[in-house]
């Protein structure tokens, strides 16, 4: 019952972001948009800024859900574009009431698991240290993350099928060759 309950007062916190800047919403904007009382958010969440967090990282999790390999990434960080274009109004409020920050940290997380299976799965053959590797992701993850933070600062209007097609030219058999070089120094 609580994911339940989370995912309504999360709902309700989208709908309300389509027409009210962040910092504008309060506690009872929520409850009565939900109908739940505020003890039962108070229950589940911190703040409105704690339910907002739990929404984004609940949302883009399940975005990703198993698109996270050599063949799949694409599909993955296609998904995750389109799902932040989905929301283009919540996300461009966001970034505009909070800050940059919120948003890539929220983005950090996804793309490295992501990023990392990859490198992992690309690496099952070659003995390459998990150092070198994770220079690797952490390259991947703010290259990646400053592309996605980018389209959003210039409002998204960019089509996300053509940012991972530019990706996909761009990044083609790079991580293998950068794990080669590196068993190479490792050797």
């Known amino acids: ?102 948003i890539e940290s929220h983005l950090i997380s996804d793309v490295t698991v992501l990023i990392l299976n990859v490198i992992n799965e690309v690496s099952s053959n070659l003995e390459v240290s998990d150092i070198s590797k994770n220079k690797i992701a952490k390259f991947y993850e703010i290259a990646l993350v400053g592309i996605i933070l980018d389209w959003i600062k210039n409002k998204m209007e960019t089509d996300p099928k053509v940012i991972v097609e530019d990706l996909d030219i761009i990044l083609d058999g790079d991580i293998y060759n950068a794990l080669c070089k590196y068993k190479e120094n490792e050797g």
């Open 1 to 102: 019952m609580s994911d339940v309950t989370k995912k309504a007062l999360a709902k309700s916190l989208k709908k309300i972001m389509l027409n009210k800047p962040l910092d504008k919403i309060t506690i009872n904007d929520i409850t009565s948009e939900s109908g739940f009382n505020r003890r039962t958010l108070y229950y589940h969440f911190q703040d409105i800024y704690d339910l907002l967090e739990w929404t984004l990282k609940t949302e883009i999790s399940d975005i990703l859900g198993k698109n996270k390999t050599y063949n799949t990434w694409q599909k993955g960080f296609l998904e995750l574009l389109n799902y932040l274009n989905d929301n283009k109004k919540i996300i461009l409020n966001i970034y505009a009431t909070i800050n940059r920050d919120y």
